[in-house]
């Protein structure tokens, strides 16, 4: 699983293993990884992608709020 960004701050590591966690991040990576099922963080965010309606309207332009 990725690592948290507190914790990055803790750890000592060299550049090269700071790099390579943050890249374990989905704001950093510049890929997918090879089963996305498998990092629970990069399945949440493909869900809420797919989630809703194809045209991203939830309401129509017809509809109406009782007041």
């Not at 699983?1 to 991040?25: C, G, V």
């Not at 990576?29 to 990069?42: A, G, N, R, W």
């Amino acid at each position: 699983m990725a690592a948290t960004f507190p914790q990055l701050l803790q750890n000592e590591k060299s550049p090269e293993e700071m790099l390579a966690e943050l890249e374990s991040l989905p704001l950093f990576m510049k890929s997918l990884p090879e089963d996305p099922s498998d990092d629970p963080v990069v399945s949440a965010l493909q869900n809420l992608a797919h989630e809703g309606t194809p045209d991203g309207a939830y309401f129509s332009a017809t509809t109406t709020f009782p007041c």
